[in-house]
Nanobody, 124 residues
Framework: QLQFVESGGGLVQPGGSLRLSCAAS????????IGWFRQAPGKEREAVSC????????YYEDSVKGRFTISRDNAENTVYLQMHALIPEDTALYYC?????????????????WGQGTQVTVSS
């Protein structure tokens, strides 16, 4: 069974940090570009970050540039999203997803495999 398992979400105060993990099971994610998406209540799912297959072409949504860092450990079959300086607007359900491509995409419909999501809540 192909699946992702996201973890690392939680409740954090503004200015705090979290590291999200996305562990692949049943497939080898080194062949895929991996994206992190988020969806807040009442809003559309948006691309937050993506790491390409060879990790040389990455994407960050403008509002997270300089605060979030995406990385991958193919030996661990895991992708990470390190988040610093969190703000309430970062509150959302965060998903990771994989697409069988060399390059990233901001379009969620181009990703074939999805996790169930991990909740991030930024609040004082």
């Amino acid at each position: 069974q192909l699946q992702f398992v996201e973890s690392g979400g939680g409740l954090v105060q503004p200015g705090g940090s979290l590291r999200l993990s996305c562990a692949a099971s049943g497939f080898n994610l080194e062949h895929d570009s991996i994206g992190w998406f988020r969806q807040a209540p009442g809003k559309e799912r948006e691309a937050v970050s993506c790491i390409s297959r060879t990790a040389d072409t990455n994407y960050y949504e403008d509002s997270v540039k300089g605060r979030f860092t995406i990385s991958r450990d193919n030996a661990e079959n895991t992708v990470y999203l390190q988040m610093h300086a969190l703000i309430p607007e970062d509150t959302a359900l965060y998903y990771c997803a994989a697409r069988n491509s060399w390059i990233c995409s901001r379009r969620p419909e181009t990703y074939e495999k999805w996790g169930q999501g991990t909740q991030v809540t930024v609040s004082s």
